[in-house]
């Protein structure tokens, strides 16, 4: 049984960061495609980043790249993302998904084979 699940949220002041981890079981990580999106209140789930299998090449969305940046870690079946200068704009429930050999258009939702429950992230003005 495959599972995915987030921690790391919270709440936190505008200018601030948060680290989200979220560990996998049941799956071949490696050979996994990881990817971060999110909701936001009233909003429709976009994509925030993803990091291939091989974890040679990331991508991340106009709206987070220099702030937000994904990384995994093979051996602790984990993908992370570091939240920096956060904004209330950034408030949403955030999403870890995997796509297996993923490494192609990342930021399409509809590629992924699995998704977990999502952690809450609350940034204040």
């Known amino acids: 049984q495959v599972q995915l699940v987030e921690s790391g949220g919270g709440l936190v002041q505008a200018g601030g960061s948060l680290r989200l981890s979220c560990a996998a079981s049941g799956l071949d990580f490696s050979t996994y495609g990881m990817a971060w999106f999110r909701q936001g209140p009233g909003k429709e789930r976009e994509f925030v980043a993803a990091?291939?299998?091989?974890?040679?090449?990331?991508d991340s969305a106009d709206s987070v790249r220099g702030r937000f940046a994904i990384s995994r870690d093979n051996a602790k079946n984990s993908v992370y993302l570091q939240m920096n200068s956060l904004q209330p704009e950034d408030t949403a429930v955030y999403f870890c998904?995997?796509?297996?050999?993923?490494?192609?258009?990342?930021?399409?939702?509809?590629?992924?084979?699995?998704w977990g429950q999502g952690t809450q992230v609350t940034v204040s003005s």
């Open positions: 998904a995997a796509e297996r050999f993923g490494q192609y258009y990342m930021s399409n939702s509809q590629q992924y084979d699995y």
């Open positions: 990091i291939a299998y091989h974890g040679a090449t990331t």
